[in-house]
């Protein structure tokens, strides 16, 4: 690329999973780096797909902003 590494335009993506019940939604900034759909969608599909063969990896991740978590005041 010519333009100097400093210079190029941040990398977005936000995205949810799955369409129907989803359970991840995600957010992926990459500084500096680019296009979003060819620089951060790959990072975002390669954390999704592990959040959906895996599951959640905490109960303390499982947001449910109208349940306060244990162990949280209401």
Do not use: C, K
């Amino acid at each position: 690329d010519d333009i100097p590494a400093h210079l190029r335009d941040h990398a977005l993506f936000v995205g949810y999973a799955p369409a129907d019940t989803p359970s991840i939604a995600i957010a992926v900034i990459v500084e500096h780096g680019g296009s979003g759909g060819a620089v951060a969608a790959p990072i975002a599909g390669s954390v999704m797909e592990w959040w959906l063969a895996n599951g959640n990896p905490s109960p303390a991740l499982d947001f449910d902003f109208g349940t306060p978590l244990e162990g949280t005041q209401p």
